[in-house]
C-alpha cells in the first residue's frame, strides 16, 4: 500500500495508539473512536492514517477468516527448509501454489520458511506438499492448524496496559508443538551467543526457534546476528513442546532457567 519509506517517518504517541486501536479491531475502529481515546480531533486521526498508509507503516489491513467454519477445510503449516541465497526467490513462487495463504521467511535456524496452507482435505494438503518440494523446499515438519490468536502491541498502548494471556497461548499447534516463554540463564549455553553462532555450533537445536526476545521494557525481533543475553525472556517456538533438548540452550549447568519477570 505504501511506499515502503517508513525509515523517514517517526512514530509519536498518537501514532502508536492508533496502530494499537487498529490491531485491536481495525474492522469495528473509527477514526473518533480513536480520537475520543487520544484527545485528539477527528481529521487528525484519518491524516495520521493516511500518513502511516503513505509511508508503508500500515500496509495492509486484512480478513481474517475461519476456513474450517467456512467450508470444513483445513489448514496446514509447513516448516521447511530453503537455501539460504534463494529463500526470498522461493518464497515468492511458493505464495503462486493454489491454497498457500501465508509465507514468512526467517533469519537464521535451519527452518527458514514457514508454510500456511489451506486444504479441502488431507489429500489436497498433500498435493500443496508435493509442489512444495518441486520448487527444491525441503519439508522438515508439518502440523495441522487448530487456533491462531492475534493480539496488539502492547507497548503502542495505553500506559497501564497489561497482556492478560502468557504468550505460550499465542499459537497453538496439534502434534505436541508449543510456543513457551523462558528467562535465560547467566550460564546458559547460548549466553553470549548470536543466534546465527548458536545454530553453526549446534547450541540451538535446528528445530527450535526463536520468534521474540524482550529485554528491559524493549521487545526485540530477533535476527541472526541478535545476541541472546542472560536474563533475556526469550519466546521459543519447540516442536515438541517443553521437552528437552528443545531449550537447554537457554538453561543453567544443572538445567535450571530462570522464572519469566515481567516490570510492575
Same mark, same amino acid.
Given at each position: 500500500?505504501?511506499d515502503?519509506?517508513?525509515?523517514?517517518?517517526? #512514530?509519536?504517541? =498518537?501514532?502508536?495508539? &492508533?496502530?494499537?486501536?487498529?490491531?485491536?479491531? %481495525?474492522?469495528?475502529?473509527?477514526?473518533?473512536? =480513536?480520537?475520543?481515546?487520544?484527545?485528539?480531533?477527528?481529521?487528525? &486521526?484519518?491524516?495520521? =492514517?493516511?500518513?502511516?498508509e503513505? !509511508?508503508g507503516i =500500515?500496509?495492509g489491513?486484512?480478513?481474517?477468516?475461519?476456513?474450517?467454519?467456512?467450508d470444513?477445510?483445513?489448514m496446514? #503449516?509447513?516448516?521447511?527448509? %530453503?537455501?539460504?541465497g534463494?529463500?526470498?526467490?522461493?518464497?515468492?513462487?511458493?505464495?503462486?501454489?493454489?491454497?498457500?495463504?501465508?509465507?514468512?521467511?526467517?533469519?537464521?535456524?535451519?527452518?527458514?520458511? !514457514?508454510?500456511? %496452507?489451506?486444504?479441502?482435505?488431507?489429500?489436497?494438503?498433500?498435493?500443496?506438499?508435493?509442489?512444495?518440494?518441486?520448487?527444491?523446499?525441503?519439508?522438515?515438519?508439518?502440523?495441522?492448524?487448530?487456533?491462531? !490468536?492475534d493480539?496488539?502491541?502492547?507497548?503502542?498502548g495505553?500506559?497501564?496496559?497489561?497482556?492478560r @494471556?502468557?504468550?505460550?497461548?499465542?499459537?497453538?499447534?496439534?502434534?505436541?508443538?508449543?510456543?513457551?516463554?523462558?528467562?535465560?540463564?547467566?550460564?546458559?549455553?547460548?549466553?553470549?551467543?548470536?543466534?546465527?553462532?548458536?545454530?553453526?555450533?549446534?547450541?540451538? @537445536?535446528?528445530?527450535? #526457534?526463536?520468534?521474540?526476545? @524482550?529485554?528491559?521494557?524493549?521487545?526485540i525481533?530477533?535476527?541472526?546476528?541478535?545476541?541472546?543475553?542472560?536474563?533475556?525472556?526469550?519466546?521459543?517456538?519447540?516442536?515438541?513442546?517443553?521437552?528437552?533438548? %528443545?531449550?537447554?540452550?537457554?538453561?543453567?549447568?544443572?538445567?535450571?532457567?530462570?522464572?519469566?519477570?515481567?516490570?510492575?
Amino acid at each position: 500500500m505504501g511506499d515502503g519509506s517508513g525509515g523517514s517517518y517517526r #512514530l509519536d504517541e =498518537i501514532d502508536r495508539r &492508533i496502530i494499537y486501536a487498529l490491531m485491536s479491531d %481495525a474492522r469495528n475502529t473509527s477514526a473518533p473512536a =480513536i480520537a475520543e481515546q487520544v484527545s485528539v480531533s477527528g481529521a487528525t &486521526i484519518r491524516n495520521r =492514517i493516511a500518513q502511516l498508509e503513505e !509511508h508503508g507503516i =500500515i500496509d495492509g489491513y486484512h480478513a481474517t477468516v475461519d476456513f474450517e467454519h467456512a467450508d470444513g477445510s483445513l489448514m496446514n #503449516l509447513f516448516l521447511c527448509h %530453503a537455501s539460504f541465497g534463494e529463500v526470498e526467490g522461493v518464497a515468492r513462487r511458493i505464495g503462486t501454489i493454489p491454497g498457500v495463504i501465508n509465507v514468512r521467511e526467517l533469519m537464521g535456524g535451519h527452518m527458514n520458511l !514457514h508454510v500456511l %496452507a489451506v486444504g479441502t482435505d488431507t489429500a489436497d494438503l498433500r498435493r500443496i506438499g508435493r509442489e512444495l518440494e518441486q520448487l527444491d523446499v525441503a519439508i522438515e515438519d508439518e502440523f495441522l492448524m487448530q487456533t491462531e !490468536h492475534d493480539f496488539p502491541y502492547t507497548p503502542y498502548g495505553p500506559a497501564d496496559g497489561r497482556r492478560r @494471556e502468557p504468550l505460550a497461548d499465542y499459537i497453538s499447534l496439534t502434534g505436541g508443538a508449543e510456543v513457551v516463554e523462558i528467562s535465560v540463564h547467566e550460564d546458559a549455553p547460548i549466553a553470549g551467543r548470536t543466534l546465527e553462532s548458536a545454530a553453526d555450533d549446534d547450541v540451538l @537445536e535446528d528445530e527450535t #526457534l526463536v520468534v521474540a526476545i @524482550e529485554r528491559d521494557d524493549a521487545v526485540i525481533t530477533p535476527h541472526g546476528d541478535t545476541e541472546i543475553r542472560p536474563h533475556d525472556v526469550v519466546t521459543v517456538f519447540s516442536p515438541d513442546g517443553t521437552n528437552e533438548p %528443545a531449550l537447554t540452550a537457554f538453561r543453567g549447568p544443572d538445567g535450571t532457567a530462570h522464572s519469566p519477570t515481567r516490570p510492575s
